[in-house]
């Protein structure tokens, strides 16, 4: 059954450092979704992407994060520097298609970040 | 604008009893809704989802959910708990009329099975 990939699972990393976060959706799937989910809350959507391209972006820290998906692919999303609140659950998921006709979305088993 | 409340941080129910898990939600628009499980150590998996067609929803391992517009609510159900569904449950709503259409989880109900 096909899965969408993350990595790494685990991340500890010190405040100020820099870290990446990658995401291989399903195949054929064109949407892809980055959230982050802190304990004890909802996963939050960070950003969207349709194909390569961002289709929603507007709770992502710009300051700090960003998120490519240059070939419409795999996708990464990056935080420098790091701060402890990012402490958290990053979660990866894609669907078909977004828009009228509702597609499932799949998630992937996330990466928790240990900010120290 | 769209919103979602979980009214249930935690609810325990014992085994084989049924299981009530509230949700009440906010659009402008008429919404789609779903419900996510998410067990420890594992991905968010989706339980059921409405889009407008029938208003009683039927899920994965025995759960419905009911569409009740007058009340702006979408309570999540089960006949008789299974020791497997303690796990976290999350209610969402989307309006899919458009590709950037904001997606928003519920705070999540955790959901303890008493043998």
């Known amino acids: 059954e096909a899965e969408v990939a993350q990595s790494p699972r685990y991340k500890i990393t010190e405040k100020s450092q820099a870290v990446a976060f990658w995401c291989d959706p399903i195949?054929?799937?064109?949407?892809l979704y980055w959230y982050r989910q802190i304990l004890g809350q909802g996963p939050e959507l960070l950003v969207q992407?349709?194909?390569?391209?961002?289709?929603?972006d507007s709770q992502l820290p710009k300051d700090r994060f960003s998120a490519e998906r240059l070939k419409g692919v795999d996708s990464t999303l990056k935080i420098q520097p790091a701060e402890l609140g990012d402490s958290a659950m990053y979660l990866c998921?894609?669907?078909?298609?977004?828009?009228?006709?509702?597609?499932?979305?799949?998630f992937g088993p996330g990466t928790r970040l240990t900010v120290l | 604008a769209q919103s979602v409340t979980q009214l249930d941080s935690h609810v325990s129910v014992s085994e084989g009893t049924p299981v009530l898990l509230r949700c009440n939600y906010s659009?402008?628009?008429?919404?789609?809704l779903f419900w996510y499980v998410q067990h420890p150590n594992k991905g968010l998996q989706l339980l059921l989802k409405?889009?407008?067609?029938?208003?009683l929803v039927k899920g994965i391992n025995g759960f419905e959910a009911e569409f009740k517009k007058s009340e702006t609510s979408f309570h999540l159900t089960k006949p008789s708990a299974h020791m497997s569904d303690a796990a976290e449950y999350f209610c969402?709503?989307?309006?899919?009329?458009?590709?950037?259409?904001?997606?928003?989880f519920g705070s999540g109900t955790r959901l303890s099975i008493r043998p």
């Open positions: 998921a894609s669907s078909l298609i977004s828009g009228a006709s509702y597609n499932e979305q799949f």
């Open positions: 195949s054929g799937h064109a949407t």
């Open positions: 992407f349709q194909d390569e391209s961002v289709v929603d």
């Open positions: 659009s402008s628009y008429s919404p789609s």
């Open positions: 409405y889009t407008s067609a029938a208003t």
């Open positions: 969402v709503v989307s309006d899919l009329r458009s590709s950037a259409s904001k997606i928003i």
